[in-house]
């Protein structure tokens, strides 16, 4: 079940930023005994594919700060962030030792479904909020906030490794500002489609 969690929470991570988790895990897997990668993942600790990686990384932190241009990048990342998502699950063993199903060990694609799946969730949610926190803030939350989802990443990243029991925790402190943002988003969506209403109502 630990192994579950580890890669629930790594999926998570990467919804966030995509890179993060394949840095950790790769770093990790590369110089320590912490992560163990199955042979069909050894690439991830090849050091040239950390290096990709890492500058990446480097322009995701820096352009997903900028408001107007976050939301391109947001746009591009539908794709990255859920695949990244099913790497990391399926890197970590996380499939194969779910509950000990020996199906999911039989069937590994199930395992980069749960992760795209994962990731794709996350990356929706924090796409949608982001034009709702630069609209209101007039750009100044953005880099805020993008700090806040970078270091959400790494922190769900680590904990999914080193304390996979505190992942369910990691999950409930993200919701919380995802309902908020979710809610607010649809308030904002009826009051536009109310003041429509009002003006195409003939005086």
Known sequence: MLAAL????????????AYIPLLVVGLLANFTDAVRLPQD??????????????????AEVVLDKVPVVDHVNDMIQTAVRPAAGGVVF?????????????????????????????ALAVHIMKAS?????NVSTAGVGAPVVSTVEDAG??????????????????????????????????????????????ASQPS
């Open 6 to 17: 580890t890669g629930l929470g790594l999926s998570t991570a990467a919804g966030l930023n």
């Open 41 to 58: 993942y050894a690439w991830l600790t090849n050091g040239w594919v950390l290096a990709v990686i890492a500058v990446l990384l480097l």
């Open 90 to 118: 399926s890197a970590t063993q996380a499939a194969s030792q779910f509950d000990h199903s020996a199906w999911m060990t039989q069937n590994p694609w199930v395992s980069w479904v749960i992760g795209i799946a994962v």
């Open 129 to 133: 909020a982001r034009p709702v926190v």
């Open 153 to 198: 990443s790494l922190g769900m990243s680590l904990v999914a490794i080193f304390f996979p029991a505190l992942v369910i925790v990691g999950l409930i402190i993200l919701a919380i500002p995802a309902f908020f943002a979710i809610r607010t988003i649809r308030r904002r969506k009826a009051r536009k489609a109310q003041r429509l209403s009002q």
